[in-house]
């Protein structure tokens, strides 16, 4: 008979929708969609819808006078806008409604290692926010685990709120090693947030773990009430496979910079669990 897997800490379906972004941001979606997203918030008590700039002061209204916050998007998705349009994009959002605002950064900038530029960036839009949330989007996906760290650091100095994985937009999403290093790097006191191919309650779960107190996703619902089905079968949450879940194993030289993607394929023949690798390549 196999041992009964030990119990894994599961937090309240109240306790994880308070950690998610409801979130809209492809270009197709219609207003009607936008007022549909804030009502499911509503609903089920997440901690923000998060949306286009365009559709700020409409989901504003719908959810005036609840406890769920009105997110958008600033320098979304390339982050390479100049300084002093995020800054009057965020204030512009700001007027709206938007009481949380999640930028990009100028990643080339960041990778060139123009950490002024990068850190002046930042303080524009923070400045803006006013009394604003701010969440800096590293895009992960692009970065060295050293560039991530720098990224955070920069982040904190700023004066930001949170850090955030990624767009959703980029050569990959959330990863734990990344997520678990920028918690590492950003203390206690910092917001991670996890974004980009968080699917379902496995790997929301997976991210909270790994230091993630905030979770930028579309599959909201399913998320949620996925969560009885991962009480039931701790085990399946227990399982894991280390090279399903590393960054490595997603790293595409059509999608990365050549150097960056080298770098991913070197990590990942110096892994440890290097014998895996076979079946996720």
Known sequence: MSAVPAPVD???????????????????????????????ALEYGFAAVCVNPVHVARAAEVLKG????????????????????KAIETRMAVEDGATEIDMVINVGILRAGDTDAVLKDIQAVVRASGDAHTKVILETGYLTDEEIVTGCKLSVEAGADFVKTATGFGAFGAFEPHVRLMRETVGPDIGVKASGGVENVREALRMIRAGANRLGVSASIPIVEGLAMARYNQGWLAEEIPCRICPSRVASRSKQPKELWLYYKEKCRDCEHREFNKFYE
């Not at 009105?70 to 100049?82: A, D, K, M, S, Y």
């Open 66 to 85: 609840s406890d769920v916050e009105t997110c958008t998007v600033v320098g979304f998705p390339l982050g390479n806008n100049r300084t002093e349009i």
């Open 10 to 40: 599961l937090p309240t379906r109240e306790e994880l929708a308070a950690m998610i972004d409801h979130t809209k941001l492809k270009a197709f979606e219609k207003p009607a969609k936008i007022d549909e997203l804030c009502e499911e």
